[in-house]
């Protein structure tokens, strides 16, 4: 009955839906928002810690909230593939990313990306077949926009 | 227009299959797709908006079809036709909730307008800055951001009476929030995510005590059970057709006529004026000073239609079909590992708002989706009543004339099948 969710609900996500990575508040972290998504009450804040270099390097991130399985380990993933990046490589990935949520990957020109990043966020790409998921996938990426940006809080709506 | 045939089921037993063929949308399967039969459709959403019989889009079809035209404003054949049959629709509207006068029936495009109305007339005419409107902590967002925008405009307070942990109405907090102050009472009569009915009569009488008047948002509760204006003796009532399986677009306001004597226009427009000239505007007396532009001519029959099924089939037996369906459905609910009923009071209305330990919503109903199960997921446009009970969101199975115990299993089984996937 449900062949079709396992493609949305593949094993990893799952996994990081139930154990999410990097699910915590670090006391040194310089640039923290707040994700809030009315429509299923999905809340969470992601909190980076941006070097003072010049391509702000982020050397750590975290979050903590309440949400969804897709929401919680897209999530979750992006804590483990964002640090180490710079500011525009985070940019690039989510921009590849969101492509990728939509079905629309190759539509724009994003830039140079890590494929290998972009390769492990593919088992969030079953959301496309879902309009009303993408949100979800993509909250915690706006959110994090929304850190580096220094905007504290932001809604999908 | 003339009286609509009704169904001859007062004597016969609560036959919900034989409802259900009255409802062609439940015929169909969803999901399908190559190689996939689908699945049947069981809905039990009906408390964000019900199906709608056969009965009511042939009425709404007849209307377009034979005597359509606009109202109040022809000398012509159908206009004729068609005011007959809109205003003979209002006088269904009034004899359904009991009004004594089918002025005192407000049509609108909602229940959101009709309460919109309220606070925008009354409200604008008649409060002053640190004036107080009591609320409860359950009313959905419609019956609070209208009195917010009142708190913005003019500073006006609002009281929040509140639920204990099974969502039942503290009587006793409501009756301390009354002070000199309190210049409107505006509350739901059936919780839309917890089900709970409010104690209207009581909640009036304690009102009228202080000279307080009383609006209920009556959209949940008109569905499932009598509803007498004027044995409850309130001042407002507002209810939306859509989910008393009438059209979409058509909400009602009762209003004491005294009160709507009083009340100055809500928008302008046409068909609210007796005449217009740039020296002053004189306004046509309610209800139709509240009603500017074309109303909902078409959705009006069509809610009429409605009203005729409803009780054709005997409100009282509707009622009873689905309570019996709630009991059902929370006791077998409740033997699954980890989940939660919110909402456990006395009395309740058909509405079961649940959590499982471990599934989001938002995750749930994607899988009872696949069952072919139709549940609403979220915050209900409750965002308060969800914070209260601290759980985010809730999955909402709400039951109507034509659901059965079918539809109860099928909800069980594809809530377990959830809890397996997820595991």
Same mark, same amino acid.
């Given at each position: ?18 154990? @999410? ?16 998504? @009315? ?72 830039? @140079? ?17 879902? @309009? ?26 | ?68 035209? #606009? ?44 309460? #919109? ?76 995510? $917890? ?19 009383? $609006? ?90 409605? $009203? ?30 980890? $989940? ?62 034509? #659901? ?20």
């Amino acid at each position: 009955m449900f062949d079709e969710l396992r493609e949305l609900y593949q094993e990893v996500i799952l996994d990081h839906g139930r154990h @999410p990575r990097n699910f915590r508040h670090p006391p040194e972290a310089s640039h923290e928002a707040k994700g809030d998504n @009315p429509m299923c009450g999905d809340k969470l804040i992601v909190y980076l810690t941006v070097g003072s270099d010049p391509e702000r390097t982020i050397s750590d991130v975290a979050f903590l909230g309440k949400g969804c399985a897709i929401s919680t380990a897209s999530a979750s993933l992006m804590t483990e593939l964002l640090r180490g990046k710079t500011e525009r490589d985070a940019r690039t990935l989510f921009a590849h990313f969101h492509d990728m949520c939509l079905g629309e990957e190759g539509a724009a020109n994003h830039g @140079p990306v890590d494929d290998d990043a972009l390769d492990r966020l593919k088992v969030l790409s079953g959301v496309r077949q879902y @309009p009303v998921r993408v949100k979800c996938a993509t909250l915690p990426w706006h959110t994090m926009i929304a850190a580096l940006a220094g905007t504290t809080e932001v809604t999908t709506e | 227009m003339p009286d609509l045939p009704r169904p001859d089921s007062t004597a016969r037993p609560y036959d919900a299959d034989r409802i259900r063929a009255d409802f062609p949308i439940l015929a169909r399967r969803v999901h399908k797709r190559p190689g996939h039969p689908g699945k049947p459709l069981v809905y039990l959403d009906s408390a964000a908006s019900a199906q709608k019989p056969k009965q009511v889009i042939a009425a709404m079809t007849r209307l377009m079809e034979e005597d359509y035209s #606009n109202v109040h404003r022809g000398i012509h054949f159908l206009s004729q036709r068609s005011t007959d049959a809109f205003e003979a629709a209002r006088r269904r509207i009034a004899q359904f909730i009991n009004a004594s006068s089918d002025d005192e029936i407000v049509l609108t495009r909602s229940a959101t307008e009709a309460l #919109n109305l309220v606070a925008h007339s009354y409200g604008r005419a008649f409060f002053e800055r640190d004036d107080e409107v009591i609320v409860s902590v359950m009313e959905h967002h419609a019956n609070i951001v209208p009195w917010q925008l009142l708190q913005t405009d003019i500073g006006i307070a609002l009281k929040v009476v509140p639920v204990d942990d099974d969502g039942v109405f503290d009587m006793d907090a409501y009756k301390a929030l009354f002070g000199p102050r309190t210049r409107l009472v505006a509350l739901t009569h059936c919780s839309n995510v $917890l089900g709970t009915v409010t104690p209207a009569k009581q909640i009036v009488d304690v009102a009228h005590g202080h000279g307080v008047p009383v $609006l209920f948002d009556g959209s949940q509760a008109v569905v499932h059970q009598p509803v007498d204006v004027r044995e409850l003796d309130v001042d407002f009532y507002a209810f939306t057709g859509h989910k008393l399986y009438g059209p979409t677009a058509i909400g009602v306001l009762y209003g004491r006529k005294s009160l709507l004597d009083r009340m100055p226009p809500y928008q302008g427009g046409g068909d609210m004026i007796a005449s217009v000239s740039f020296g002053g505007t004189r306004f046509r007396e309610p209800p139709h000073r509240f009603e500017a532009g074309t109303p909902p001519i078409i959705e009006a029959v069509g809610l009429a239609a409605a $009203l005729d099924y409803i009780d054709g089939l005997g409100r009282s037996a509707i009622a009873t079909h689905e309570h019996d369906l709630l009991i059902k459905a929370t006791q077998s609910l409740a033997q699954i590992e980890g $989940l939660r009923v919110i909402g456990t009071a006395p009395g309740k209305g058909p509405i079961l708002s649940f959590v499982v330990d471990g599934i989001h919503p938002h995750d749930l109903g994607m899988v009872v989706d696949q069952a072919g199960v139709a549940v609403r997921v979220g915050q209900h446009c409750a965002e308060p009543l969800i914070d209260r009970f601290g759980v985010g969101a809730t999955t909402r199975a709400s039951f109507g004339l034509y #659901n059965t115990v079918a539809d109860v299993d099928a909800l069980v089984d594809a809530v377990a099948a959830a809890k397996e996937f997820f595991g």
